[in-house]
Structures are given as structure tokens and as C-alpha cells.
């Protein structure tokens, strides 16, 4: 569907979504958003009541289709549990190497409010790397390993801690390295848990 066939909510939460990861919440005006939806500033305040009801509905956006992504690398890939949590780092690292990347926009987005712990997107952000850790637990629980919620929280560590980094040196490597990382830890709980 093309963006002008969309319902306009949708044309605006596209455009916003579009702006504010090119640029950063901060650099973007209800204005441009307005402009890039083809839509009058009083059309797009008649949907969102301020813009920080607009970048919570641009990260709301993101959560499903990011959270999708980490669910299918892992499906798609085959071996042990650590090759198979490493192979998600490896979409990641992929993902990272397109020239559009700029990085998590949860964490971009959570960086530039950190001075707001109660905005609305600061509460999607967490509860989007919430359920990324709850989908680990389930996972490892599911392994049997024995402390799954301790082992979730480290893959998660290592994952933005790999976006901070590649954000800093642009370099993707960061990420496959995290993912072997993630990947000794797995496969040390692991043998924990067979012995």
C-alpha cells in the first residue's frame, strides 16, 4: 500500500517514524512530521494530542517488527541452543551493516529522554526490552537452565551493549562478537545445567 493510501494516523506515525530515526526525536518539529505526512499541523494534533504522544506511537511501532526479527533469526537457525542465540546477533550484525542503520531506536530514543523516566515512550522502551528478556527466560527455561531470568538479562546486556558500541565505532563486528560471547555464557549455563 502505498504511504498516501494509508488511513492518515498511519501516514503520520510513518512519517514521524521515518524522521525521527533519520534524525532524533529532538531535531524533528511536529512541522516537519506534519510535512512529511502531507498533513496539516491541526490534522496531526487532532490524532496526537503532543508530539510526546507521537514518538510514544512511533516506538509502539517499532515494537512487533523489531521483536519479530530477533523471534525469526532464531527460528531460522539450527545447531545447539548457544549457535542458535549466537545467530541472532548475527542478523543483528547483518541488520547493522545497511547503510540506513542507525542503531536501536529504543535506546536512541531512551538516550535523548533520560532526563524524562516517566514520558510515555520511556515506558514502551522498557517494556520492549522487557519482553525481549522474557522471551530469553522462556527460552532458557525451556533448556532447562537453571537460572533463566540471570541468563536473559546478560544476553540482553550484551545486546545493547553491542548497539552502544557499533553506534560509537560503526563497526558491526562489535555485534558478532557479543554473539559469541552471549554464546559462551549459553553454552556455559548449559553444561551447568547437563552436569
Known amino acids: 500500500m502505498a504511504t ?4 492518515t494516523r498511519d501516514r503520520i506515525v510513518s512519517a514521524a517514524a521515518k524522521l525521527f530515526y533519520d534524525e532524533g526525536i529532538r531535531r524533528v518539529s511536529v512541522d516537519a512530521v506534519a510535512e512529511e505526512a502531507g498533513v496539516t499541523k491541526r490534522t496531526l494534533y ?3 494530542a503532543s508530539k510526546d504522544d507521537l514518538v510514544a506511537a512511533y516506538l509502539a511501532g517499532r515494537d512487533q517488527p523489531s521483536f519479530s526479527k530477533f523471534q525469526h533469526w532464531y527460528r531460522e537457525s539450527e545447531g ?3 549457535e542458535r542465540i549466537k545467530a541472532v546477533f548475527a542478523g543483528l550484525a547483518r541488520s547493522a551493516r545497511h547503510p540506513k542503520w542507525k542503531g536501536c531506536g529504543f535506546l536512541r530514543t531512551s538516550a535523548e529522554l533520560a532526563n524524562m523516566p516517566g514520558h510515555p515512550a520511556m515506558k514502551i522502551g522498557a517494556a520492549h526490552k522487557r519482553r525481549l528478556e522474557d522471551w530469553l527466560a522462556d527460552i532458557f527455561a525451556g533448556e532447562g537452565v537453571q537460572e533463566p531470568r540471570m ?3 546478560q ?3 550484551l545486546v545493547d551493549g553491542a548497539f552502544a558500541v557499533v553506534l560509537l565505532n560503526r563497526d558491526p563486528g ?3 562478537t557479543a554473539g559469541a560471547a552471549a ?3 549459553v553454552a556455559a549455563a548449559t553444561d551447568r545445567q547437563s552436569a
Do not use: D
Not at 498516501?4 to 488511513?7: A, D, F
Open 174 to 176: 562489535y555485534i558478532e
Open 46 to 48: 487532532y490524532h496526537f
Open 155 to 157: 544476553v540482553v546486556l
Open 183 to 185: 554464546a559462551t555464557l
Open 4 to 7: 498516501s493510501e494509508l488511513p
Open 151 to 153: 541468563l536473559a538479562r
Open 80 to 82: 545447539p541452543l548457544p
